[in-house]
């Protein structure tokens, strides 16, 4: 996810410093065309995905012009159809540069389909679910032609909807909304108002302007030189995101976010007889989906006073003998399995519409085992171990780094640091699991496995579940 900066404190371009800025980047800096705009239409379509999820938002209309911005909108179309949208493109003034047609070329390479103006539909609300504003950058001067004086009058067509409550098409301004000008914005309050403003290397003085409810910045590539030549003040892109939104999100009513999952049918006939299996087999295909920490679960205790408490822990060990993990003896968790030595884990793996809910009797790992494992972790670890007094009170987080630089200090000759007596590994034994996989309408499929002796033997039993 991106993160965000408040739009007060971010620079803002003047048309002029817009285009010395791309002078610089594609003289001495040594940038091409075709590097930016292809960082660009990444940006784009990053920024789109972080709000508009194609679940719900899926057919996307890229109208785009002759120019640089028209270049970023059909990059940005490619992306977006490798993130799950289907792309359509409206591209009536075509470019006859190796550049532009090579753009074209790719996009037909993967079937996306090119519409002219006579096809589209004269109301897009019908059809599209997103229009992305390829028109004019920032460099475009002047009263917009045919056919684009008519495309803009039927973006302003949609805002006629908002009044009528009617769903409408987002639109999505890539870099400039087509029609404002570059540095003064929306003049006469009579052009389009997009939802969604990308903004590209850094906002342009009529970004100022904009009162849509997202405005993200794109473009991870000014280098330094640059930044500080224009006293640059823009937000940090997050991890290895693309883009990063400038201000404060709208507030969202909670009641109406829902997602309507779209999974492969998870039948009796198909599952493992064994749950372990069954699991192993759903814990492989989280790992192959490079999900971030599918080992995470939600550990569920309760003590003598019947209160639950959860936490998210990391699996460290599964078997035929069950679930393992490793913490303080003395923390909260421990204290209530001492009481009740019974917990529920809970695997959720978003990325495939999954989780995995197992119930068990719980019991310490052997101390040989938990010595292993304490031993094979990151000595920083195995100092933080001895540290932590998992769940008790301390004055500031200052008091443990000062023990952990003294500990570190004292084991820097690399010797052996020795498990603390308070921290081991508990099992899991299981004696319930349930699969779930999220469907569409809320008609989840649920598989419960529960043990039951047929003839001095234990075998798991499957039933299905009312979602």
């Not at 003896?329 to 995995?356: I, M, T």
């Not at 004292?410 to 699991?433: A, H, M, N, Q, V």
Request: hydrophobic share 35%; glycine share 8%; proline share 7%.
């Amino acid at each position: 996810m991106s993160s965000a900066q408040n739009s007060d404190s971010v620079s803002h371009l003047t048309q002029r410093e817009a285009a010395e800025i791309d002078e610089t980047l594609m003289g001495p800096l040594g940038f091409s065309v075709d590097q930016l705009m292809e960082l660009a239409g990444l940006s784009v379509a990053t920024s789109i995905a972080e709000v508009y999820k194609p679940s719900e938002y899926d057919r996307v209309l890229a109208i785009c012009g002759p120019g640089n911005n028209g270049g970023d909108g059909l990059v940005a179309a490619r992306h977006l159809y490798h993130f799950g949208y289907k792309p359509f493109v409206c591209y009536p003034k075509r470019t006859q540069k190796p550049l532009y047609t090579g753009l074209v070329t790719q996009l037909e390479s993967l079937s996306i389909p090119f519409l002219s103006v006579e096809d589209l539909p004269l109301d897009f609300s019908k059809d599209f679910d997103i229009i992305v504003d390829a028109m004019f950058g920032f460099s475009f001067h002047g009263t917009p032609r045919p056919p684009f004086d008519d495309l803009l009058k039927r973006l302003l067509c949609l805002h006629g909807y908002d009044q009528t409550r009617q769903k409408r098409p987002v639109i999505v301004s890539v870099d400039i909304p087509s029609g404002w000008h570059v540095e003064e914005g929306d003049i006469g309050d009579e052009g389009i108002k997009p939802d969604m403003l990308v903004s590209l290397t850094a906002p342009k003085l009529c970004a100022k302007k904009f009162s849509g409810p997202h405005h993200f910045l794109g473009g991870r590539f000014v280098p330094p030189v640059i930044a500080d030549k224009y006293k640059l003040c823009v937000p940090p892109y997050p991890g290895t995101s693309m883009c990063v939104r400038i201000g404060k999100a709208p507030s969202v009513d909670i009641s109406a976010l829902r997602e309507n999952y779209i999974s492969p049918e998870f039948l009796e006939e198909q599952v493992e007889s064994d749950p372990i299996n069954q699991f192993r087999k759903w814990f492989d295909d989280a790992i192959a989906a490079g999900l971030r920490e599918p080992n995470a679960m939600a550990l569920s205790t309760v003590g003598k006073d019947g209160k639950p408490s959860s936490r998210m822990v990391l699996l460290k060990g599964v078997d035929r003998d069950g679930f393992v993990w490793y913490t303080n003896y003395e923390s909260r968790k421990a204290c209530e399995l001492c009481e009740n030595p019974h917990a529920s884990l809970l695997f959720y793996w978003d990325g495939l519409n999954r989780q995995v809910r197992v119930e068990g009797s719980v019991e310490k790992v052997s101390d040989e085992e938990s010595e292993q494992y304490f031993h094979s972790r990151p000595r920083g670890s195995q100092i933080g171990a001895i540290v932590s007094k998992q769940s008790s009170v301390i004055p500031g987080r200052h008091v443990v780094y000062q023990q952990y630089k003294e500990l570190e200090e004292k084991f820097s000759d690399g010797s052996l640091i020795p498990k603390p007596e308070y921290w081991g590994g508990y099992r899991l034994k299981p004696e319930l699991f349930e699969f779930w996989q999220g469907q569409t309408s809320r008609l989840h499929d649920r598989l419960q496995y529960s043990p039951q002796e047929i003839n001095g033997k234990r075998v798991w039993k499957i039933n299905r579940l009312c979602p």
